[in-house]
């Protein structure tokens, strides 16, 4: 049974790093082709897909954020980190973590129940 | 930047049968973009229904499906059931890079 659980802080400060941890059961990210991959959702708004990291440690970021972002593996300890950096208030927003069962494929089959983050003062 | 658009809103009636279309900003939609579709009910994680096109998870619903329509991805729902109102969001796969659709909310009335 696969399940994944994202953890971090509630509540961050603008100009500030957000660093989210995704914990993960079930399944292995040193097995080929797999991958876990991040997505946020603003309040009443659309997904937004973030980044992804693969088994063999490549890694994929959405163009726009790319510069505030990095994606990180512990393989020992089941867990992927994404570090955003300045944050602002418009990245107020659920933050998802997503397996990721194969490279060709490019699904999300699996997610974790989202960690709501706020940005303020 | 690339933007990928769905209808914002459809109702359909218990019963009835209801098409989602995904196009992207940059043309065509192909079956390369590897088209995944989620529901979303509210306060919910998203949940996988089809990928690369029109291949169903093994929880999916058979009254589900996907498919290329006139160049977007679709996905229809026929005998639509009043749990199925929910918000819908596509995926296309650019090459590395993944964008979700605007989403379409469906309303079973």
């Known amino acids: 049974q696969i399940t994944l659980k994202e953890s971090g802080p509630t509540l961050v400060k603008p100009t500030q790093t957000l660093t989210l941890t995704c914990t993960f059961s079930?399944?292995?990210?040193?097995?080929?082709?797999?991958?876990v991959g991040w997505i946020r959702q603003p309040p009443g708004k659309a997904l937004e897909w973030l980044a992804l990291i693969y088994w063999n440690d490549d890694k994929r970021y959405s163009p726009s954020l790319k510069s505030r972002l990095t994606i990180t593996k512990d393989t020992s300890k089941n867990q992927v980190v994404l570090t955003m950096t300045n944050m602002d208030p418009v990245d107020t927003a659920t933050y998802y973590c997503?397996?990721?069962?194969?490279?060709?494929?490019?699904?999300?089959?699996?997610w974790g129940q989202g960690t709501l983050v706020t940005v303020s003062s | 930047q690339t933007v990928v658009t769905q209808e914002p809103s459809l109702t359909v009636s218990p019963g009835g049968t209801v098409t989602l279309t995904c196009a992207s900003s940059?043309?065509?939609?192909?079956?390369?973009?590897?088209p995944n579709w989620f529901q979303q009910k509210p306060g919910q994680a998203p949940r996988a229904l089809i990928y690369s096109t029109s291949n169903k998870h093994s929880w999916t619903p058979a009254r589900f499906s996907g498919s290329l329509l006139g160049g977007k991805a679709a996905l229809t729902l026929s005998g639509v059931q009043p749990e199925d109102e929910a918000e819908y969001y596509c995926l296309l796969y650019y090459g590395g890079v993944e964008v979700f659709g605007t989403g379409t909310k469906v309303t079973v009335l």
């Open positions: 079930g399944f292995s990210l040193s097995t080929s082709g797999v991958g």
């Open positions: 940059t043309g065509a939609v192909t079956s390369g973009y590897y």
């Open positions: 997503a397996h990721r069962p194969d490279m060709v494929q490019g699904t999300y089959d699996y």
